[in-house]
């Protein structure tokens, strides 16, 4: 049966540079005054002085709102919009990694809606578009510069909530390989399985579609094949560039056909515990495939493919532990080793955290309908 499948992305530049075309977008946008949102640490890198110099040298104005931590909180989006009311912006440009842009979405948002942030949480419960975002990705795994997603974190419960909006879509991504090439060996390494966690993720969800499968594909190749290289030769820009079209395309697919178990996983565990986002998904993935495996086998085998094993004439359940050893392997190489338990889960959690992954708008769309019980399971596998 043929079914209806939209492609939502927006405009973007990709390649060594791009950020540098700052000054002419925001000209091009009318921009007033620019709300910047950044962190400590790209501002520490130098990135934000860069583009606020770039931004100033067009004669455009601007100020810098850099209150956002790892896994943002609903309050740092809420000063966030006071910030841009007080300061009387009329475009964001978002600078920094997937907490930093998914903070600027949810400013924007805020400000023309005027309601709290945690008020929009679920799939297309945002009326009115914010004012025009541009983002300027700093790290290779995210894809919040071109996604409809953004997680913000609900402190007081201790969960994180998901807004699947198109009106979340920037309005334009620069995406420029260079800005990554300031991050550590162990966030480039969290950021490229979160990117090759999109990828899988989106090629095995059940609103998969032909176009997002190119993407998908193309995307796990060029993870797979480049983020350990980018690890041995950090500086290399064309590795960097590599694995950062492989994130890019990653989230053209993950934006569009949605994700599954391991993100609606990763989401619970990251607002309980304010753990690394790429690192719990690259903790979870094997087990996640193994638990998914039997139900979407011939796209499993097609993964597996596109991290260059040679499944021909496999077995199914002896493809099944090439592609989860694999997984195992690639990350173990990229020096991710810990399990759940040693970055800080407990046993007595789970329950609770399986409830809430249950209820994430991720889960809908993962290949295997799962049990309550079934979800602790693969959280006491990964302990
Ligand atoms: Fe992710």
Redesign the pocket.
Known sequence: MLELRKFVAPEFVFGPGASTLIGRYLANFGAGKVLIVTDPGIIAAGWTEKISDLINKEGIDCAVFSGVSANPRSAEVMAGAEFYHENRCDIIVAVGGGSTMDCAKGIGIVTTNQKHILSFEGIDRVPIPGPPLICIPTTAG?SADVSQFAIITDEEQGVKIAIISKTTVPDVALIDSKTTMTMSHYLTACTGM?AL??AIEAYVSTANSPIYDLHALEAIRLVSANILPVLIDPDNINLRNKVMMGSLQAGLAFSNASLGAV?AMAHSLGGLHDLQ??EC?AILLEHVIAYNFRVAADRYIKIGEALNLDLKNCRTEDAKDMVVSEIRRLKRSLGIQKTLGEIGLKRADIPALALKAMKDPCMVTNPRVPTERDIEVIYEEAL
């Open positions: 995210t979160d966690v999109h993100h986002h790429g998904n």
